[in-house]
């Protein structure tokens, strides 16, 4: 069973539309390319170790591309693109053609969404800043019911 494609997955299915983003907003986009490595754990009715390494390229949008190694679960690639829409003024993930909008929170933006799958329902939460990424996902399963939580924190 891949419980880890679901939560990974829904947890980096953020990404964003192109846009051309301001002064500020450009500054904080221009602090994330680079190369990120992140490791968690799942826990919760199943558990396990989780290590990620995730790459960020651009400059007013900002692509990103990674691959999660949940070990029994398997590994799990994602990508999308981080922008910031003038227009909505607001910074937006997109990826797997959903959108998610991010609220900017003292130094790191938030990105927050409801997440339905194959495996069940739940949360997650992104944590962008100039020097960590952090995800949280809370997932309930929907065959056994089962609680999981993904807590991964990247570095660069």
Not at 72 to 77: A, K, N, V
Not at 113 to 127: E, F, Y
């Amino acid at each position: 069973m891949r419980i880890s494609l679901p939560i990974l997955t829904a947890a980096f299915a953020l990404a964003a539309l192109p846009a051309v983003a301001g002064p500020t907003e450009t500054a904080f986009l221009s602090k994330l390319p680079g190369t990120w490595t992140g490791s968690g754990a799942i826990t919760g009715g199943e558990s396990g170790k989780v290590d990620c390494t995730l790459t960020l390229t651009g400059s007013d949008k900002i692509n990103f591309r990674g691959t999660c190694d949940a070990g029994q679960f398997g590994p799990q690639t994602y990508s999308g693109v981080l922008t910031y829409d003038n227009a909505a003024h607001q910074y937006q993930a997109r990826s797997n053609g959903q959108t998610v909008v991010g609220v900017k929170s003292g130094g790191s933006v938030v990105f927050t969404s409801k997440m339905k799958t194959a495996a069940g329902t739940g949360n997650s939460v992104m944590r962008l800043a100039a020097n960590s990424i952090v995800i949280d996902v809370d997932l309930v399963r929907t065959d056994t019911g089962d609680k999981l939580k993904t807590h991964i924190v990247f570095k660069k």
